[in-house]
């Protein structure tokens, strides 16, 4: 399963997350959030962390120029899609950077809400669902109804489950759903983008002992 620690700010965090197991990190490069990062804070964040690894930048509501950007100086390997872009945004997207995954998140406000998924198959590689919150994009805190989510949600990409999750509820949120990877930001924080290693160590953890008991 992958896993994705996101909104890091502090260069050796970057690292020490990799170490500690992390599949996937994240850079927030949405102005607005107290994780905002900059070109120049996602090199450096990036340069040491090896290859195997995806540095995701996450976007929202902003230009295909922009994205192109940032992905071109920074290094990054993977672009999520955290507002209201719509297919053919991402269809644009893929055309401008082929070699970049692009995951398109989801803020969940209603499972109906979930069919509009179907119509970014063709143009995205991941998808991934976050809770929905009406003040902030991202980085809330708040759960989906994982139990819900496993009888309304069966989609034929690849997906990460995000909103809310830490290490406290982990292994109670995967008893109820299967996703392709996890994403966490605020459950492994002292403050927005001060990641806590030691809830993040914790975090591992508790996936090996879901590894052994799912043999
Ligand atoms: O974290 C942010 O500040 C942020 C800002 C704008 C868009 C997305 C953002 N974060 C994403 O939020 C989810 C869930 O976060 P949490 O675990 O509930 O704190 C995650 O996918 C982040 O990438």
Known sequence: MRVKICGITQ?????????????????????DSPRYVTIAQIQTAITPIPQNIDK?????????????????????????LHGEETPEFCHQLRQSLPQVEIIKAFRVRSLEHLQTTRNYTDYVDSLL???????QLGGTGQTLDWHKLNQEFSPSLPWF????????????????????????????????GHKNLDQVALLFEKLAQLSVVSG
């Open 161 to 192: 489950l995000a909103g809310g999750l830490t290490p406290d509820n982990i292994l109670t949120a995967l008893a109820q759903i299967k996703p392709n990877g996890i994403d966490l930001s605020s459950g492994v924080e002292h403050s927005p």
């Open 56 to 80: 995701i930048g996450v976007f929202a509501n902003t230009t295909i120029l922009e994205i192109s950007q940032v992905v071109t100086e920074s290094g990054l390997t993977g672009v999520q």
């Open 129 to 135: 669902l976050d809770a929905y919150h009406p003040q």
């Open 11 to 31: 260069p050796q965090q970057s690292i020490a997350i990799a170490s500690l197991g992390a599949t996937a990190l994240g850079f927030i490069c949405v102005p």
